[in-house]
């Protein structure tokens, strides 16, 4: 009898790739197997976090939203329509769902058995193709022209977001692997593969690949009697081994050992069985790549259940943020994964904290990122700023929640110095008793430094105008970011103060445009880069950001980006010292990485004329974006 329902699902499904690869009664069998589901406004498919499904998503009519869940808000990446797919890639990157799939109308999807479809993944060579191009371009449709190149699945947010791109970065593998002859004894390769406690040798003749001997080799031929241990490795050997190019990534080699069924793959210069053997990627390989992405880190950071944990998931960020300059990713994206994974690690040293306390916190409070880590700009392992609001209390109490509030903060602290964030040598912590107090005293603080604003007020206070809540009440924090807007708005005493603050250290060139350097100390002749270059280019950005009363937006990057949008006549200036911060940016961590350091001194010897040539490139902005701010603001106000 036929089935009308898994006739429609065919129908409709045919039209689309990778389904209009599949024969008809291929593509029947696999819509008897699917399901319809009915989505209601607003009804979620499935959630960041989850589990997969046994099944992955076809749009049939209606729009699917994917969104990412950032500090309790939910952030829109991409709208899914007639045709789209979704819950695919976490099935092969072996993850939970990193975003949510929600119906932003009235939708029906086609639930699409992994199951029912899994033979075409590696059977079907036209699927195949279609899925490693769609991984690679990094779209759900790579035929798709208008989508071709913007991110659009479930499992990776660029978009300026969360970015597992660790995934489709080239995949580290064995290189120079143990090779033999196919007439070697099989005794003496499986005595080589002990001693060097590898799992696989690669039979070649002539220095080309022929074959590959692994333990599953040895397992199921040897050991059960199949073959002698004296058999030379010809008549053992797997043949063809399955051959790829050395830059393949993690996404394409896990694909393409689901289409072989194999655990091995050999390297090779042009990825053919005609050039010589580079290397070989092994099951593991896969398996460590994607322990590295940010997906899983973030995953072991919730489930650590002490600081040396928290330490081994910074200590993986580390190697991801390497990897990602390396692999050229954009400045701009890398810091955004990074964030979000240090906000996570501080987020579980509170959750760890207040366990610790043994009693709850006796009110609501909040937890403030400040400085470097307020602007989501924490890279390297640099200091930690912080500070904490807690809900009013009467008066008779007050001494005894700051003290539980005090206790706490040094207990955050130390599990984040643990980690390897030092401790701010301002002593700009939350568990300082001056940066620990209620509401209303914090409510008081920021109006001091608005309303009656000092020199020496104004350079300390700049540093709490980049913050950033990262853990408990929204209700408090609202309050004081309404009080912030309703004080600095046209606050003109307020911004006459900052622009001098930000007017302080001028573009870093000299006389014949030489580079500005220490003069003595342990840095002499060495350039500051922080200090010189990107605290001009960030105090630029926060003054002008918070005169249009942009206090949500506190990263520099996207500071420069907004004020490109809100003032189209300076949005080329903007642009501009967006780059020119980006550069910086990647000097500094370059720098850091290298030596093991903040990389706020670079030596200038080291650089090549080409780096030197596009450091100064980034000089030319600062200078331009002071003189606007020369211009722009009026210093009468000061007294």
């Known amino acids: 009898m036929k089935n009308?329902?898994?006739?429609?699902?065919?129908?409709?499904?045919?039209?689309?790739?990778?389904?209009?690869?599949?024969?008809?009664?291929?593509l029947l069998a696999v819509a008897e197997q699917s399901k319809v589901i009915y989505l209601e406004k607003n009804q979620v498919l499935f959630k960041g976090g989850e589990a997969i499904h046994s099944d992955f998503y076809v749009v049939k009519d209606g729009v699917v939203?994917?969104?990412?869940?950032?500090?309790?808000?939910?952030?829109?990446?991409?709208?899914?329509?007639?045709?789209?797919?979704?819950?695919?890639?976490p099935y092969f990157a072996k993850n939970d769902y990193l975003m949510t799939a929600r119906s932003r109308e009235e939708a029906i999807v086609y639930g699409i058995s992994f199951a029912a479809f899994q033979p075409y993944f590696t059977e079907n060579v036209n699927v195949l193709a279609f899925l490693l191009e769609s991984f690679a371009s990094q779209t759900r449709n790579p035929y798709d022209k208008e989508r071709q190149g913007k991110l659009v699945t479930e499992n990776m947010i660029f978009s300026e977001q969360v970015a597992d791109i660790q995934y489709f970065q080239p995949?580290?593998?064995?290189?120079?692997?143990?090779?033999?002859?196919?007439?070697?004894?099989?005794?003496?390769?499986?005595?080589?593969?002990?001693?060097?406690?590898?799992?696989?040798?690669?039979?070649?003749?002539?220095?080309?690949?022929?074959?590959?001997?692994?333990d599953r080799d040895l397992r199921s031929k040897i050991s059960t009697g199949l073959f002698p241990i004296e058999i030379d490795a010809r008549t053992v050997m797997t043949s063809p081994v399955i051959t790829v190019p050395e830059n393949i990534?993690?996404?394409?080699?896990?694909?393409?050992?689901?289409?072989?069924?194999?655990g091995h793959l050999c390297v090779t210069r042009d990825g053919?069985?005609?050039?010589?053997?580079?290397?070989?990627?092994?099951?593991?390989?896969?398996?460590?790549?994607?322990?590295?992405?940010?997906?899983?880190?973030?995953?072991?950071?919730?489930?650590?259940?002490?600081?040396?944990?928290?330490?081994?998931?910074?200590?993986?960020?580390?190697?991801?943020?390497?990897?990602?300059?390396?692999?050229?990713?954009?400045?701009?994206?890398?810091?955004?994964?990074?964030?979000?994974?240090?906000?996570?690690?501080?987020?579980?040293?509170?959750?760890?904290?207040?366990?610790k306390m043994g009693t709850p916190p006796p009110v609501r409070f909040v937890w403030m990122n400040i400085g470097s880590q307020g602007r989501k700009e924490q890279l390297l392992l640099t200091d930690q700023?912080?500070?904490?609001?807690?809900?009013?209390?009467?008066?008779?109490?007050?001494?005894?929640?700051?003290?539980?509030?005090?206790?706490?903060?040094?207990?955050?602290?130390?599990?984040?110095?643990?980690?390897?964030?030092?401790?701010?040598?301002?002593?700009?912590?939350?568990?300082?008793?001056?940066?620990?107090?209620?509401?209303?005293?914090?409510?008081?603080?920021?109006?001091?430094?608005?309303?009656?604003?000092?020199?020496?007020?104004?350079?300390?206070?700049?540093?709490?105008?980049?913050?950033?809540?990262?853990?408990?009440?929204?209700?408090?924090?609202?309050?004081?970011?309404?009080?912030?807007?309703?004080?600095?708005?046209?606050?003109?005493?307020f911004f006459a103060f900052l622009a001098a603050d930000t007017l302080r250290n001028p573009a870093p060139l000299g006389f014949f445009r030489q580079f500005l350097v220490e003069n003595d100390g342990e840095h002499k002749d060495s350039f500051d880069i922080k200090s010189r270059a990107l605290e001009p280019l960030i105090d630029a950005?926060?003054?002008?950001?918070?005169?249009?009363?942009?206090?949500?937006?506190?990263?520099?990057?996207?500071?420069?980006?907004?004020?490109?949008?809100l003032e189209p006549n300076n949005a080329e200036l903007y642009d501009e010292c967006a780059e020119a911060f980006n550069v910086l940016?990647?000097?500094?961590?370059?720098?850091?990485?290298?030596?093991?350091?903040?990389?706020?001194?670079?030596?200038?010897?080291?650089?090549?004329?080409?780096?030197?040539?596009?450091?100064?490139?980034?000089?030319?902005?600062?200078n331009d974006i002071q003189d606007m701010i020369k211009n722009r603001f009026s210093l009468t106000y000061i007294n």
């Open 541 to 565: 950005a926060r003054l002008l950001a918070l005169t249009h009363n942009l206090t949500e937006i506190t990263n520099t990057y996207h500071r420069y980006k907004k004020l490109a949008e």
């Open 385 to 493: 700023d912080s500070a904490l609001i807690f809900e009013d209390v009467a008066p008779e109490i007050y001494d005894d929640v700051k003290r539980y509030f005090l206790e706490l903060a040094e207990m955050v602290t130390e599990y984040l110095e643990k980690v390897g964030y030092e401790h701010s040598p301002s002593g700009l912590l939350a568990s300082n008793t001056q940066w620990c107090k209620s509401l209303s005293d914090w409510v008081k603080q920021y109006n001091t430094w608005i309303n009656t604003p000092a020199e020496k007020g104004v350079e300390l206070s700049t540093i709490f105008f980049d913050f950033d809540f990262i853990y408990g009440a929204p209700a408090l924090e609202n309050v004081l970011t309404e009080n912030i807007h309703e004080k600095i708005n046209h606050n003109k005493k």
């Open 585 to 622: 940016m990647r000097f500094r961590t370059e720098e850091g990485l290298l030596n093991n350091s903040n990389g706020r001194y670079l030596n200038l010897n080291e650089l090549s004329k080409s780096d030197k040539v596009k450091l100064k490139n980034c000089f030319q902005p600062i």
């Open 171 to 214: 995949i580290k593998y064995t290189r120079n692997p143990i090779t033999a002859n196919p007439d070697d004894i099989l005794k003496f390769i499986a005595k080589s593969m002990s001693n060097s406690a590898v799992g696989s040798v690669i039979i070649q003749e002539n220095q080309l690949p022929i074959g590959i001997i692994t």
């Open 65 to 89: 939203g994917l969104s990412v869940t950032s500090d309790a808000e939910e952030t829109l990446i991409d709208k899914c329509d007639e045709g789209d797919i979704l819950g695919l890639r």
């Open 272 to 355: 053919s069985d005609k050039s010589p053997v580079s290397g070989i990627i092994s099951e593991h390989d896969v398996v460590a790549a994607q322990s590295n992405t940010p997906g899983v880190l973030l995953k072991q950071t919730r489930r650590a259940t002490n600081a040396k944990e928290l330490k081994y998931v910074r200590e993986k960020l580390t190697d991801l943020i390497q990897n990602s300059i390396d692999t050229n990713i954009p400045i701009s994206h890398i810091s955004n994964i990074v964030s979000e994974i240090n906000i996570a690690l501080t987020r579980r040293s509170i959750e760890l904290s207040v366990e």
């Open 249 to 262: 990534s993690v996404a394409e080699a896990q694909m393409i050992m689901l289409k072989h069924n194999v």
């Open 4 to 26: 009308p329902v898994a006739q429609s699902i065919a129908d409709f499904l045919k039209r689309y790739p990778p389904f209009i690869s599949l024969q008809y009664d291929e």
